[in-house]
């Protein structure tokens, strides 16, 4: 059987719960416009809890995350969080809320050593795919999903359980809330048990960093 998009996802997880041990890297107090401010919100439909996982750069995009000096400190809708480490994610500062009810407004608020606060807000909106078949045919494949879908790409995921066939992993655009996927693309699959993942992501620019929210959902469906 192939390698699961959703395995890949666990593993990834069970990484970044690794305590690494190690000291923390330094502690800094910077302006945000010295910091690079990597933000990311994740959700899952089968999941529990949303998960916001923040992180504080010293130099840069790529550059190793930092904990924040005494004096300074972030929140997640005001709630004050404390920094956490993982060996191969860093240094970073997590909230989890019950994903039943997070869709909607957000705010995540960073105050440096000197006082001044520097709020990103944002909303959360989760997908919605609206009446699939569990059984599908070999015909134009139409995803319903409603303003759900927003204006930017989704990624669109269709596995099989056979070794010869490419499957589907590609990026769509929804016009008028609806994704398509032909019958010329549903060749790359086989007939039987087939796994179908969407993924949203949406990347809003910070003055210095980016927020980065994303959604996953999952149908276990059968292709005839």
Known sequence: MKCKPGLVLAFCLFVLGACNGEDKKRAV???ASDLYLDYR??????????????YFRDGGPDAKSI???SGSRVSFDGE???????KLAGIYYEAQRPLAGFAGPHKIVYTNKQGEAFEQ???FTPLI???????????????????SAGKGKIQVLVTDT???TTDINEEYTAENGQIVISKEALKKVASGPITLELVKEEIQPLPNGKLTLSYTLRRELELR
């Open 41 to 54: 919100v994740s959700a899952e439909e089968a999941a529990e809890y949303a998960v916001a996982l923040l």
């Open 121 to 123: 807000s944002f909303q």
């Open 29 to 31: 107090a910077m302006p």
């Open 129 to 147: 795919l609206e009446n699939i078949s569990a059984v599908l045919s070999r015909k134009d494949l139409v995803l319903e999903l409603g303003k």
């Open 67 to 69: 904990e924040l000096e």
């Open 162 to 164: 056979s070794f010869k």
């Open 80 to 86: 004050p969080l404390v920094a956490d480490s993982a």
